[in-house]
């Protein structure tokens, strides 16, 4: 190849399209491209650059909506602890697409069952946003009791939200309300994806409080004895849940193409407790 280590140029964009179109993963460009010269992080900035806005120009033809930032943790660098301050947390498992992190030791032991413990006397059976309407509806594929808190309501909760926040590089007041889960034996959430679907006429409704929902954090408050995973059954991956662990996952557009179908496999021993976060584009109000 004959690029130098210049900004980028129509003859490099050109370059780095035609290679990928003949099937050459990115990492070989950023090879040649570092043997010619290149600093790596500039080569890396400028392949990803280049296939995204092919990637967003491609689902623009296709009728795709289009994409939104999203929230990010920093892992670049592919470090094994990030530091939050005041705890230090494990990257477990690091997934481009879908993008789904797994995340160890987020919350203390006593954090998670002090939430457990506010949470219980407040569990009601689960809705779901009835996208119908813009208002909630009891669902059956959705077996589990829940509850919201408001988002800071006590300190626990403003402690976790500015973790959150931290963790993921995504403003503190984009964010809904935390809700956690309980489920029995049996209970279980069916596959479903967490954004709103735009066709559905209450959806418009539903996005005036702070836009799209673009990425989940599913929280793990205890260990149950058997079943109860997450799954992302397009991408085969299944998530055990631990207790103080947490999966990460990002969406970039309303839309089956980012493989973010998910759901929350039957419990089959013991019980389950689960606290989420989702993440709006704009202030959830
Ligand atoms: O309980 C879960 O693992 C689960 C699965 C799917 C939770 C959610 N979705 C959710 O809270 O959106
Ligand atoms: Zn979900």
Known sequence: MNATPQPMTAQLR??????????RPAPELIDAMQRSGWREEVAVNAVQQVLRQQLEQTAEQQGLPPASAVPEPALAGAPLFIDLGDRQVSVLMNLARPRVVLFGNLLAPEECQALIDAARPRLARSLTV???TGGE???????????FFQRGESPLVQRLEQRIARLLNWPLENGEG?????YRPGAQYKPHYDYFDP?????????RRGGQRVATLVMYLNDPLQGGGTTFPEAFLEIGPRQGNAVFFSYERPHPS????????PVIAGEKWIATKWLRQGEFK
């Open 137 to 147: 509806e009891i669902n059956a594929d959705r077996t589990s009791n829940g509850m």
């Open 199 to 207: 066709q559905e006429p209450g959806t418009a409704s539903i996005l």
């Open 130 to 132: 009835a996208t119908a």
């Open 258 to 265: 980012t493989g973010t179908l998910h759901g929350g496999a």
């Open 178 to 182: 935390l809700q956690v889960l309980h």
């Open 14 to 23: 050109q370059w780095i399209l035609e290679q990928a179109a003949a099937g």
